[in-house]
């Protein structure tokens, strides 16, 4: 079988649809109804990459509890809300809580496949880091390519994926503005959209360790700059 994808979907008809249609394309998959039975699940063998719902069951906010337990367990699992909820708040919630992508379900199933597929190649991507990229050091801020680690001032930064391929991005050149398209590229990003919110993650994650950190720049109108 190919990758683990996890499922956490309450509606049974469409969870059965996602499983089919992700089992055709060669990914292995778990489907789970409620957000208890997909913990236990995780806690047992962790996903390759988890779709999650954010109404669960009785549980309203279940999807977003999930993410934080998911993200609990690793700070790498990709995660893509899947879920009708479409407002500013509830995308920004997600991304707040770790998740790498945020999708309503009229997404084509298409679309969907190529978010997974660009999670996927991201993941290889920094796994297959040449050996003279392993490490990036810029002051403060260590890098670590291969065991995916984030350290500054001697402090573990906990980053999702998304988050360290974007500080690795911006870190590489100091003082480089990086503009949207460039980060999309180099992040696999496809929404645009999603860049601010993953930015102001990062920069609360680097404060949370330290609180004067300031190394990441808004430059208007252009995009960001890591400051060397």
């Not at 998911?70 to 997600?94: E, H, K, W």
């Not at 660009?118 to 040449?130: G, I, K, S």
């Not at 291969?146 to 870190?171: I, K, N, P």
């Amino acid at each position: 079988m190919g990758r683990r994808i996890a499922i956490v979907e309450d509606e049974e008809a469409i969870r059965a649809n996602y499983a089919e249609a992700l089992a055709r394309q060669g990914y292995e998959v778990a489907a789970h109804a409620d957000r208890p039975s997909a913990l236990v699940a995780f806690r047992e063998r962790l996903p390759d990459l988890a779709i999650i719902d954010i109404g669960l069951g009785d549980e309203p906010e279940g999807g977003f509890t999930l993410c934080g337990e998911l993200r609990a367990l690793s700070a790498r699992v990709p995660i893509i809300f899947l879920t009708a909820r479409d407002s500013d708040f509830d995308v920004v919630s997600g991304l707040r809580l770790g998740a790498d992508d945020y999708l309503t379900k009229d997404v084509s199933l298409p679309h969907l496949l190529a978010r997974i597929a660009a999670l996927f190649r991201r993941v290889e991507a920094l796994t297959e880091t040449a050996p003279v990229e392993a490490c990036v050091v810029r002051g403060e801020l260590s890098l670590d390519t291969l065991r995916l680690s984030t350290q500054w001032r001697g402090q573990t930064v906990d980053l999702t994926l998304t988050e360290f391929w974007m500080v690795h991005t911006l870190a590489r050149t100091p003082g480089h503005v990086k503009n949207r398209d460039q980060l999309m590229h180099d992040a696999r990003l496809v929404d645009e959209g999603t860049i601010t919110s993953h930015v102001k993650r990062i920069r609360r994650k680097f404060a949370a360790v330290d609180p004067a950190f300031d190394r990441i720049d808004s430059v208007y109108g252009m995009g960001y700059r890591w400051k060397g």
